[in-house]
């Protein structure tokens, strides 16, 4: 069974950090592209960062380049995503999800072709 499966999220203080990791189960990590995304209530699914199957090739939203990273290991199939200097802003669910093929952007940050959505988890900034 195809699944991933996000962790780390929670409450934290503004300028604060967190680190994601997504964990793939039930194929083969290193063959696919994995997304971040976030969904804020009010807002409009967000893509948030981008990785490719190598981790040769990432992509940011403007709102998250460079505080956030995103990178991938994929021996231990987990995709990771490490958030730095966290605002109200960046309150949201989370979510990652797969896709197959390189990078397409700007289609990548509208979720376009993504698939295996996981579950999400909650991320709070606040004091």
């Known amino acids: 069974q195809v699944q991933l499966v996000e962790s780390g999220g929670g409450l934290v203080q503004p300028g604060g950090s967190l680190r994601r990791s997504c964990a793939a189960s039930?194929?083969?990590?290193?063959?696919?592209?994995i997304g971040w995304f976030r969904h804020a209530p009010g807002k409009e699914r967000e893509g948030v960062s981008c990785?490719?199957?190598?981790?040769?090739?990432?992509d940011y939203a403007d709102s998250v380049k460079g505080r956030f990273t995103i990178s991938r290991d994929n021996a231990k199939k987990t995709v990771y995503l490490e958030m730095n200097s966290l605002n109200s802003d960046d309150t949201a669910v989370y979510y990652c999800?797969?896709?197959?093929?390189?990078?397409?952007?700007?289609?990548?940050?509208?979720?376009?072709?993504?698939?295996?959505w996981g579950q999400g988890t909650q991320v709070t900034v606040s004091s």
């Open positions: 990785i490719d199957k190598r981790g040769g090739t990432t």
């Open positions: 039930g194929f083969s990590l290193d063959l696919w592209t």
């Open positions: 999800a797969r896709s197959w093929g390189p990078i397409r952007a700007p289609a990548w940050k509208r979720g376009i072709d993504f698939g295996s």
